[in-house]
Structures are given as structure tokens and as C-alpha cells.
């Protein structure tokens, strides 16, 4: 005798059948993501400085190390930060030189004129040039 499936049947496991492929695409979209960082000290340079201008978060989060599931949101509460203290004319100088640096200096002018500067790491992982950004912010 042939064991016809009832509707349950047959709903639990279309549902069972759509998680599958869920958490599937979801795990592939997960291990596809690019890794953060740029190819060259300069393009680090550029991208940190012009992302700390505009208070892209998006931007920023593409260039520091920190985990994947986590940079989004860490990038845009660091460019909040900046916003909120209104952090403009931000520039970055390496060391200790330009084409190898280990370090830079974040430096510009708040909202009400004081000028600030702290300093984070430079790192070159998996050939890619990143930056580790820690508190305290200015």
C-alpha cells in the first residue's frame, strides 16, 4: 500500500526544505565577503581620510580590522563619535614613513576649534592594508 503524504506532512517539510536554503545563502553570503582592506598604504591613506571627513561609516568599515559580524556597527557608532564632537579637516599621517607604516596619527579640529590628534595601527594582513582603530576617541 503506498503511503500517501497528508497536508501537514507536506507543510513541514516545505518549511523544513525553506530554513534549509535559508542558512544556506546565508552562510554563502557570510564566507563571500570580501575581506577588509585596500592593496596600498595610499589608498589606506585615502580611504581613512576621506572616510573620517565625510563620517562614512560604510566607507570605514571597509578599512579596519575588526570582526566582520561586528564592523558595521562599530564604524558607525567611531564616525558618530567624530560627528557628534563635529570633527572636520581630518588628515592621517603614517609612520614611520609613507610606503611601510606601522602607525598613524589622526589629527583635525572639533566643532569648537580645539585641535585633536591620536594614534592607531597600521597593519598589512593577508596583503591588504588595514587599520585598528581603539578608543578613547577625541
Avoid: C
Avoid at 523544513?16 to 589606506?44: E, F, K, Y
Avoid at 597593519?123 to 592594508?129: E, G, I, R, V, Y
Amino acid at each position: 500500500m503506498i503511503d500517501i503524504p497528508t497536508r501537514r506532512t507536506a507543510t513541514v517539510a516545505l518549511a523544513i526544505g525553506i530554513a534549509v536554503v535559508w542558512v544556506s545563502v546565508v552562510t554563502l553570503l557570510i564566507a563571500h565577503q570580501p575581506d577588509p582592506g585596500v592593496d596600498s598604504p595610499g589608498q589606506l591613506r585615502e580611504g581613512l581620510t576621506t572616510a573620517l571627513n565625510r563620517h562614512d561609516a560604510e566607507a570605514l568599515s571597509e578599512l579596519i580590522d575588526y570582526p566582520p559580524a561586528s564592523a558595521d556597527d562599530f564604524a558607525k557608532s567611531y564616525v558618530e563619535a567624530l560627528a557628534s564632537r563635529g570633527a572636520h579637516d581630518v588628515t592621517v599621517k603614517f609612520a614611520p614613513d609613507d610606503l611601510s607604516p606601522t602607525s598613524a596619527t589622526v589629527s583635525g579640529k572639533l566643532a569648537d576649534g580645539r585641535a585633536f590628534d591620536y594614534a592607531i595601527a597600521v597593519a598589512l594582513k593577508d596583503k591588504l592594508w588595514i587599520v585598528s582603530l581603539t578608543p578613547p576617541l577625541p
